[in-house]
């Protein structure tokens, strides 16, 4: 199952055609609540989006299975891992974002930094900061993400250049933003303030990726997350950036599926 970032949508996935028939690895993925076609949940929490993904799969009829939360959708991998770790064959986190309080703003980017500052002030001044930029994604992904990630390092800025990786992002966030800002709002929200689970109730073993030049998930923040969790590996891209990880991705899902008997198919919903 994979739990998308932030902002985004279901259709985020690998750009690689074939990827997952190659690895016959049956990939799944859902909307959080106000992202997509899915409707908004304004109390909607962490914990609750991973009661989600188990209804997804209980709809799906897997009692057990492997999860890969990328960025933003890290923290709900890590839920699932609090909430039901007996369902877990493995858990993943790619460039997976880590608890506020292990934050040093100023390693983040502009975006990042200032919607974590706004977030102290409240709900309220966090989506009066944020109502631009989502407005400007919903506009125009393309050229929103190229002025988001203006101060991303340099290899961020590379990948964003490559037309596959561009023409994903552009088409997850312009279905991520089909009913509006709500989910990112919602997000945003949920992800700057307390998780409602600490790191230590994650009982499942955690394979982490992370890129050594991350500004939207600092290198320093992800050390200090890994520090209370039950580390399975820590793979480290040198001289990566946030978008890194996707070039490793067959290694990722290689890892994730290793303990798994999985059947020869490939899906997206």
Same mark, same amino acid.
């Not at 990630?149 to 290899?155: I, L, R």
């Not at 020869?264 to 919903?269: I, M, N, S």
């Given at each position: 199952?994979?739990?998308h970032g932030t902002p985004g949508s279901r259709l985020a996935r690998n @750009?690689?055609?074939g990827l997952y028939e190659r690895l016959h690895a049956r990939v799944v993925?859902?909307?959080r609540p106000g992202y997509g076609r899915s409707t908004a949940q304004r109390d909607r929490t962490i914990l609750s989006v991973a009661d989600d993904a188990l209804a997804v799969a209980d709809e799906l009829g897997w009692p057990m299975f492997a999860v890969l939360g990328v960025s933003?959708?890290?923290p709900h991998a890590l839920a699932i891992g609090a909430r039901a770790p007996e369902r877990l064959l493995s858990l993943g986190l790619a460039v997976g974002a880590? @608890? @506020?309080e292990l934050i040093d703003p100023d390693d983040l980017i502009e975006l990042n930094r200032e919607a974590l500052r706004k977030a102290h002030e409240g709900r309220e001044a966090l989506e009066a900061f944020l109502a631009e930029p989502a407005a400007q994604l919903a506009a125009d992904p393309g050229a929103a993400l190229d002025s988001i990630?203006?101060?991303? @390092?340099?290899?961020?800025r590379e990948l964003l250049s490559s037309q596959s990786i561009r023409s994903m992002l552009v088409e997850s966030l312009r279905e991520g933003f089909a009913n509006g800002p709500t989910g990112w709002f919602d997000d945003a929200w949920c992800?700057?303030?307390s998780w409602g689970f600490a790191l230590s109730d994650v009982s499942a073993p955690v394979h982490m990726w992370c890129g050594e030049l991350d500004r939207n998930v600092p290198l320093t923040a992800v050390e200090r997350m890994a520090s209370e969790l039950d580390v399975a590996s820590f793979e480290l891209i040198p001289g990566g950036g946030h978008l890194s990880w996707i070039a490793q991705d067959e290694s990722v899902l290689d890892t994730l599926l290793a303990p798994a008997d999985v059947q020869?198919?490939?899906?997206?919903?």
């Open positions: 199952m994979l739990i @750009p690689e055609p993925t859902f909307d933003g959708g890290g880590t @608890p @506020p990630m203006a101060d991303a @390092p340099e290899v961020d992800l700057s303030n020869p198919a490939t899906t997206a919903g």
